[in-house]
């Protein structure tokens, strides 16, 4: 977790509903670039799949997360 991804996650006011609680997950789950339990990941870099992302917003929809990590990633091209 990185406070830094947090703390941008909280201040974004562009996204409401489901796209918000899956960024403010996303952000708590990412790598802060430090070493932990003999793994490095990049800064900001997460490695959670569909399911844990499913459960981590409380959804048993997986078409409910790709649709907001395809909004999230559109967002980031504009």
Do not use: W
């Not at 459960?55 to 559109?74: A, C, F, H, W, Y």
């Amino acid at each position: 977790m990185s406070n830094k991804h947090l703390t941008a996650a909280f201040q974004c006011r562009e996204f409401t509903g489901v796209t918000r609680l899956l960024l403010l997950y996303l952000a708590d789950k990412c790598s802060s670039g430090k070493h932990t339990d003999g793994k490095h990941f990049p800064f900001g870099y997460t490695g959670r799949s569909v399911r844990a992302m499913m459960n981590g917003i409380n959804t048993n929809r997986s078409q409910t997360v790709t649709d907001t990590l395809k909004e999230l990633r559109e967002a980031e091209r504009n």
